[in-house]
């Protein structure tokens, strides 16, 4: 479960401020007295200066300067990311390519994965949608749409600019930056070929081609979370350990999925449904981005 952190601070944060926090992060920010102190340090630096009024001022000047850019990326967004959700059976292969379903068997919160019974992508609550797509390396939320609207403005100089100067868009690709880089392609084709649907597979491959390419011009990084080195190396050493995890859930989900469950005893599908949700609890603690 979350928890939240408070902290003093003076001047324009008025004393006070929150950070919330996933709770697979809270030991590693807070387990020891000396990191956490210096978490909370580095949070209240970033507060402070950002609630400065040259800072703001900058920033609000930036957003009025790139206002028409930023809207032409957003409608493109929109328009692809709707594209794909509202595709009719989205919502059935969604559920077939990852655990969704099986997530309301872990003790990851107090509330369900749905608000309803149904079966609709409206009753899903965002953090099973986030975690799902996480645990199925694609890390759909954290990108898809972004190629497509950067594609819209077709101005690279200008894209350039707007992330130099503009603190909102630098977060926007620098985020995004990190959620393509701690998707697998390889491992993701894999879990979605699982839905039975080549088109809808197909169509998020290729989002994910041209987001990856437009972020890395943009930004003029030659590879991904070039200048983020800490960042960089970490999910380089995790990554062979989760991809292992992946495919012990790959194995797992596919004869869940398909017609080879029937053919299992009630002892052999226990079996594959503990192997299932232990991956799932193996790979959010590997990724630490679960939603």
Do not use: C
């Amino acid at each position: 479960a979350n928890r939240a952190v408070l902290a003093q601070a003076p001047g324009s944060v008025d004393g006070r401020f929150k950070v919330t926090e996933q709770g697979e992060v809270i030991f590693a920010r807070y387990g020891q007295r000396a990191i956490a102190h210096r978490h909370i340090e580095q949070v209240g630096h970033a507060v402070l200066m950002a609630s400065t009024e040259s800072v703001q001022r900058r920033a609000a000047e930036a957003a009025a300067r790139f206002r028409g850019m930023a809207d032409r990326i957003a409608e493109a967004a929109h328009a692809a990311y709707r594209a794909l959700v509202d595709t009719e059976g989205f919502a059935e292969w969604f559920s077939r390519v990852s655990p969704l379903e099986e997530l309301s068997e872990l003790r990851l919160g107090s509330r369900p994965a749905r608000r309803s019974a149904a079966r609709g992508l409206d009753d899903l609550r965002a953090i099973p949608w986030v975690f799902a797509w996480t645990q199925t390396r694609v890390n759909l939320p954290g990108w898809y749409g972004l190629g497509s609207g950067l594609a819209a403005v077709d101005d690279l100089e200008a894209l350039h600019t707007a992330y130099k100067e503009w603190p909102l868009f630098a977060s926007l690709l620098d985020n995004a930056e990190m959620s393509l880089a701690k998707t697998d392609r390889v491992i993701a084709e894999r879990y979605l070929a699982l839905g039975g649907r080549p088109e809808l597979t197909e169509q998020v491959l290729a989002e994910y081609d041209r987001t990856r390419e437009l972020v890395l011009k943009v930004t003029r990084h030659t590879r991904l979370l070039e200048n983020r080195r800490v960042l960089s190396r970490a999910v380089d050493l995790r990554n062979p350990y989760v991809d292992a995890l992946s495919h012990l859930q790959l194995r797992a989900l596919e004869a869940l999925r398909t017609g080879e469950a029937d053919r299992l005893s009630e002892e052999d599908r226990n079996h594959l449904e503990r192997l299932l949700l232990l991956s799932v609890n193996g790979v959010a603690a590997g990724l630490q981005n679960t939603g």
